[in-house]
Each structure stands twice: as C-alpha cells, then as structure tokens.
C-alpha cells in the first residue's frame, strides 16, 4: 500500500429509488491489497453501495470505476475481476468440497489444470485435504466458512466483497477467518467487508462508517478513535450512529 | 424450588446422525435474564424449540413454570411468548392485523396489556397500516417482540433477536429487554454475540449441544485459570506469530487493536513478555494486566474441549 493504486473509485456515488436517497454522494478510493471496512448501521445504504461496485445495480449517477472498469458500462468484466461472499454461505451444501471448486473454477473461466492446483493449494492452506471428497453440509460451520472465502478468492480477484462474513461464527474461527483475510490483502488482493463486530473494525486498514445514506466518517481506526475520543470502534460507531434520524 | 422458572434436564436430540443437544441441564430463575450464548450449531434453536414445545426431545426432561414440555404443551403454550429467529409473522398481514391476530389466538385484551408493549409498539404505531413484510429490519423485530408479549407471558424465549443487527440497534434492543425484566417476565435469550453476555443476570455457554459453562457472567469470568496480559499494538498479526512461538505462553489472541495472552506459568510475568517484545524490536508495545472478559473464556473453554 502506499503506492496509490486504486481498485475501487468512487465520486459523488448517488443511487435514489423514487424519492429515496439510498446513497447520497458517497467519494472514497481504496488501495490495492488494503482491508477497508465498509461500517453502518441497518438500512445506512451499505447493501445498495455494494451491489454497485459489484456491477449488480446501475447507480443513479457518479463517476465509479471498480478494477478500472466503468460500472455503468463494463459490469460483466468488474464480475470477472471480484470475487463475493455473504453472510449466508455460497457453497453448494450437497456438493463435495472438489465439486465446489470446480463449479465456481468453471464459471470463472479457469482452466481444469489452473483449478485443480488453486484447489490443492486452497486447501493445503486450511489443512483439510483429507476432506476433499466430503458433501459440503456434512462439514462442522467453521470450515465451511472459510472454504468460503477460498472459493471467493480462487480466481485471484482484485477485489473480494465480503458482506457480514463472520456472522454466528465462534471466537475462534473468527479469528481464523481474519488471518486468511490478512494473507489475502498480503497478496495484493484488496478486502471489502462489512462487520457489526466492531472489534473486527480494528482490524481494517482504514474504516468508512455509513450512516442514513452518507460516509460520515472516514480514516484508520487509530485516526478515528483519535478523532472522537473514543476509546475503541465501538464508541465511535456508536458516536455516529446514534445522531441517526 | 418455587423460585425457579425454566429447568432442564439431560436434554438429547439428534437429527440423523447429527447431535444437535448432548444431554444439556440448566435452570433458570424467575424474572431473570438467562443467555444462552454461542455460535451457530451451537444447539441454542433446538433447546428453544424444544421449550416452546414444537419439538420433542430424544430423551431428558424439561418444564417451564412448573409445566412439563411434552405432557403440559397445551397449557405451556399459553404461558410462553416465543421470537423464533426467522421473522414469522403474517407479511400480508398489517402491523396491526398481526397484533389483533395474536391476541386474538391467546384471547388477550389488547388494551389490558398495553402497558407491557407501550415503549415497543409506539415506534411501529405510525406504520400500523403498513403491511409487516414492507417493514424495515428493525421495526418487525419491534412488532414480533410486541407479538410475543401482548397475551402477556409469563417466560419470555428469544430467539437470537440481535442477529445481524448492528452495533446501536443491539444496544437498543437490549435496553428494551431490562425494561421487560423489571416488569418481571422471565426472559430467555440466545446470541452469538460474546459482549451480549455481561448484560444477562446468568449465562449457559454453549457449543457442539453442550453448556461448557454456566453461572453470572461475573462468576464465569473470575473463574478463567490463566494470568491474562493484553498488549496494544498497530502490528497485530507480526505481533501474534512472535508471541506464539514464545515459551510459557499459553493462548495468543487478536482483540480489535490489542492481543490478549495468557500465560502457562507463573514465572512468565509482564517483565518477561516486555523483555521478550524489545528483544525482537517491539518497543512501542507494552504488555498490562488484563481482566478476561466472557469472549477469552470462551475460547479458553472451546480450546479445553478441542484437546480434551
């Protein structure tokens, strides 16, 4: 980081639905390789800036390149470029954890070759190739979890989009979820995640804080605490958030 | 024995080969907050349901206000109000068809219990036309919570009601829940949130269908075996793997901006870990003693677990 190269770039991001501003004037950049968490309280907008910079929804107006690509015109390329992961898990349950990776390889046009080596390697990572040829739902929520994130990054995206990854998870999966987010940032892969666990705010190399449609808040987590005397996210989330109408 | 409200004993059920409650006991006193906290797979939706009388356990005994779940379901249902996790109430129905509704199934007067849902209900009494599935995240949680208590129950049982919900909405719901204590229902609640824990009067941890810990949040965190230290740092995870392959120390964990360690022995003091970070250049960062909070002793108890 530090270079300037931007992945995602955002200026003056409106999305309105009728009279609604679901997002009103949203300016941010994110480097390249950095974590930047994408904070707000429910219905701040954060679902609707996210299907953007995902070439799902057209914005309304604003001039937004993600991966270099114009999200009015170029959204099937941004696809090719970012990888996704929800809240809810995106594997399929009665596959095996093989058949997953093959599946997802396939739509992103992987090779077999190309497959089967990010396949091993992926779960090399996680130590469970054991488990290779096990039906998804028969595994423990951990691992699914962050076979997950490794099918999410298997294409080497420039950009992984990850909405409320480690919601209902254990502390200490949690906690291994982070180190592979870290390794993938280490990598060059740069992280979009949303969290309403505010100790993981910490772990985001810079924070943006959302609240009823508009970036109120943007910096590192130390410069934010700083900012509003607050002693960690927490108290500047709730700071923020709780002006709300 | 009169002062206790919900109790269960050696709880089982299995779906197929999946043990989803492995013989759990607890009890719960009247007019408390008991938590049941854990992550997902944790059991905490089948124990409820099993409370609320929609399933049956395998084996294992439990009753509610005196009332057996299995033999006494009819007249236990009158007595519980139940938030299952999922919304559940009538989308096509308006905010207050739906209230009219359940009071209507549990012959409640509306106007009788008012009081006990006033705070709740006022903030949804604008949209009461507004039919429930065009409601935002936050207000059906307010009308099925107004749902669950309008026939006035005696034990109140929710099921994750702050799943997904952010940092201030929680709050909120929380302070909501202390009010409906004073009011002296008894409420169980389950969450996958650690920090929810220390608002709750006692605690079940729970994972894999056990209850690896219960008792205040207090008695819980007092009784974590290790010295714990905490360490702020901007440099979390080269800090983490340096402090792991360190001698003496028993647990190295990420907390937001700091790590918590916690050490194996009692010659591992706050001088050694300090000595150690300078040796290796960590200068800025200067071990304290910590207190453990509900988060570490869980992970301290899914650790015993795993090894055990």
Not at chain 2, 192 to 212: F, K, N, T, W
Not at chain 2, 236 to 245: F, H, M, N
Not at chain 2, 284 to 289: G, L, M, Q, V
Request: glycine share 8%.
């Amino acid at each position: 980081m530090g270079n300037n190269e931007y992945v995602i770039e955002a200026e003056n991001l409106v999305k309105k639905f009728g009279s609604f501003v679901a997002n009103d004037n949203l300016t941010f950049k994110v480097e390249k390789g950095e974590i930047f968490g994408f904070l707000g309280a429910n219905g701040a907008g954060k679902t609707t800036a996210i299907r953007i910079l995902c070439g799902l929804l057209l914005p309304t107006s604003g001039k937004i390149t993600v991966a270099g690509q114009n999200v009015y015109t170029q959204t099937e390329a941004i696809k090719k470029q970012i990888g996704y992961m929800s809240q809810r898990f995106s594997l399929y349950e009665d596959l095996t954890i093989n058949e997953n990776f093959r599946f997802y390889g396939g739509i992103y046009g992987m090779s077999r070759i190309k497959i089967k080596e990010k396949t091993a390697e992926m779960l090399d990572r996680l130590g469970i190739e054991s488990l290779k040829n096990s039906i998804v739902a028969s595994l423990p929520l951990g691992i699914r979890q962050k076979l997950s994130f490794s099918v999410a990054i298997m294409h080497s995206p420039q950009i992984v989009f990850l909405d409320e990854p480690t919601g209902g998870v254990d502390p200490i999966t949690r906690r291994q979820f982070w180190e592979l987010i870290y390794e993938a940032a280490a990598k060059g892969i740069t992280v979009f995640v949303t969290t309403h666990y505010m100790d993981e705010a910490e772990y985001c190399n810079r924070v943006s804080i959302m609240v009823d449609g508009r970036i109120e808040a943007l910096d590192t987590p130390r410069n934010l605490k700083d900012k509003f005397q607050a002693k960690n996210m927490d108290e500047v989330f709730l700071k923020l958030a709780r002006k709300a109408g | 024995m009169t002062d206790i409200s919900v109790y269960g004993e050696g709880l089982v059920k299995n779906y197929g080969k999946t043990e989803a409650l492995r013989g759990i006991s607890f009890s719960v006193n009247k007019g408390e907050i008991f938590g049941f906290i854990g992550p997902d797979g944790a059991g905490k939706t089948t124990l409820f349901r099993i409370l609320t009388t929609l399933l049956l356990p395998d084996a294992g005994d439990a009753s509610v206000e005196g009332f057996h779940v299995v033999k006494d379901f009819r007249h236990l249902r009158t007595i519980l109000g139940y938030m299952p996790g999922r919304f559940s109430l009538y989308q096509d129905l308006t905010v207050e068809e739906n209230l009219k509704f359940f009071a209507g199934i549990f012959k409640a007067d509306i106007s009788k219990n008012y009081h006990l849902i006033k705070e709740i209900y006022d903030q949804i009494a604008p949209f009461a036309k507004r039919r429930a599935g065009k409601l935002s995240g936050g207000m059906k949680q307010k009308l099925a919570l107004s749902c669950a208590l309008i026939h006035k129950p005696e034990v109140l049982i929710l099921d994750e009601p702050t799943t997904g919900v952010d940092a201030v909405s929680r709050r909120e719901f929380w302070e909501m829940l202390i009010r409906l204590k004073s009011q002296g229902i008894t409420i169980l609640v389950s969450t996958p949130y650690m920090d929810e824990a220390i608002l709750c009067d006692r605690v079940a941890l729970m994972q894999h269908g056990s209850i690896m810990a219960s008792g205040t949040p207090d008695e819980i965190m007092s009784s974590y075996p290790h010295r714990l230290f905490k360490i702020s740092t901007d440099r979390t995870l080269e800090l983490l793997s340096l402090i792991r392959k360190m001698n003496g120390i028993h647990s190295a964990e990420m907390f937001g901006s700091d790590i918590h360690l916690s050490v194996a022995d009692a010659e591992t003091g706050i001088e050694e870990v300090g000595e150690y970070l300078r040796n290796y250049g960590f200068t800025a960062e200067k071990p304290e003693e910590a207190k453990p909070g509900i988060e570490d002793c869980f992970i301290d108890f899914m650790k015993l677990n795993q090894t055990g």
